[in-house]
């Protein structure tokens, strides 16, 4: 596939800083993924307080996921025609509206699962940070610039801290006050000071046939796989590590969601370093290693060894490894992808990884039922791993090398 010479941001005074563009970026995508995140850590209360079942209340939690993974790709797509500019600020803008709802209004069952629809909203931002950033910034330093942008997948950790903290020092309502009006803030902020790289490369057709082209290119699949893997893993982890560490190590549920949030950090802060690497090297080797990596301390997992201190560098090792590989992924979009589809291949990868998150909780959980072990659902991980390592080494190093040439 041939891609089109690019126009690389100028350096005149009049131009806007691409460092400038990514803080705001990185800030709106962390105060939106802030909101997107609202409801889960109120999971329990909302039990109580509604009477919902387990089934009732995964679902509360599951629906804003699932819309505002799905919804990347139309955003993404829409981003590549009319810009982050306007996008940013209208999904902010919009994102207000089932907060301050979820937070006065919503009192059954179908009313938080109306709210929680809309507030998949907020988790759509990805698909507009992305290309917007990757215009800004040359080949060369692209990588770590979508790795510092990727650091606004911290909001859902801000959420799951803050939460239900504030929620029970104040009010139940003041976590939602609280984001409506930071992203209130932000979307005034974001009207007056983001702008599109001049000379952008800007997708043309309806919305419908970018996106079915996107999705017949090879490139998009094999990187949505990828993305699925390494940031999947994540947000897998993320949900699964306190029932594991509770059921396997007889841990308290303090002990770990500390543990927890020590893996989300880590996988967070090695995202700009997967980035850094890629642009220092290649996103391929990089995610070759990281792969290989994750598939070994895997297994290492599956024994289920003592927890300090093997079990623990097992896990931070593993978070390491699916964060770096989560910023190689996108420093290769970036490589792989014309400019004028950045957003919407974005979409689909972002899309990918979000859901990517929900099959291997419900693996753990059926080989935990069937067996009354873990060990098959590690060894799973660790030939999922080893099957993307080999992907990425074969088939993407083969496709990377002729869009080079190209």
């Known amino acids: 596939m041939s891609r ?28 939106c993924f802030w909101a997107w995140a609202l409801l889960a850590p109120l999971g329990p209360t909302l039990r109580d307080e509604l009477d919902l079942t387990s089934f009732q209340q995964s679902l509360v939690v599951a629906v804003p996921v699932i819309v ?39 009192d059954s069952l179908a009313e938080v699962l109306a709210g929680g629809f809309f507030l998949g909203l907020g988790g ?11 215009a800004w910034y040359p080949p060369e330093r692209r990588g770590l610039a979508l790795g510092i942008f990727g650091i606004g997948t911290g909001g859902t950790a801000l959420s799951s801290f803050t939460t ?6 104040f009010a139940r309502s003041f976590p939602f006050d609280l984001v409506a009006g930071l992203l209130a803030g932000y979307a005034l902020a974001a009207r007056l000071l983001l702008r599109d790289r001049p000379g952008r490369a800007v997708g043309a057709g309806s919305l419908l046939a970018r996106t079915r082209a ?10 949505a796989f990828l993305y699925a893997m390494s940031f999947g893993g994540f947000v897998a982890f993320s949900v699964y590590l306190p029932t594991y560490l509770t059921t396997a190590y007889d841990l308290g549920r303090s002990d770990a969601a500390l543990r927890t949030a020590g893996f989300v950090v880590m996988a967070v802060a090695m995202r700009p370093v997967g980035g850094w690497l890629s642009d220092r090297i290649h996103p391929v080797p990089v995610l070759v290693a990281t792969y290989a990596m994750i598939c070994a301390l895997a297994l290492v997992a599956a024994l289920e060894a003592a927890l300090v201190p093997v079990g623990t560098l097992a896990f931070l090792g593993t978070a390491a490894g699916l964060g770096a590989g989560s910023g190689a992924v996108f420093a290769l979009v970036a490589r792989l992808v014309p400019p004028e589809r950045v957003g919407a291949v974005t979409g689909v990868v972002g899309a990918a990884g979000g859901l990517g998150g929900f099959f291997p909780p419900l693996v753990m959980g059926v080989v935990k039922s069937i067996t009354d072990d873990y060990t098959w659902g590690f060894v799973l991980l660790a030939i999922t791993s080893a099957g993307a390592g080999a992907l990425t080494a074969t088939v ?9 040439q190209a």
């Open 396 to 404: 993407v190093r083969r496709r990377a090398h002729a869009t080079a």
């Open 214 to 223: 996107t999705l017949r290119m090879p490139a998009t699949l094999q990187l």
């Open 4 to 31: 089109s010479p690019e126009r690389q941001p100028t350096n005149a005074a009049a131009t806007p800083q691409p460092a400038r563009m990514l803080a705001l970026a990185t800030a709106g995508f962390m105060l």
């Open 68 to 106: 505002g993974s799905l919804g990347r790709i139309p955003v993404g797509a829409l981003t590549d025609r009319i810009g982050a500019r306007r996008m940013f600020p209208i999904v902010a803008a919009l994102t207000i509206l089932p907060v301050l709802y979820l937070g006065h209004l919503a």
């Open 164 to 169: 239900v903290q504030l929620a029970d020092a």
């Open 124 to 134: 759509t931002t990805f698909a507009i940070g992305v290309p917007f950033v990757n």
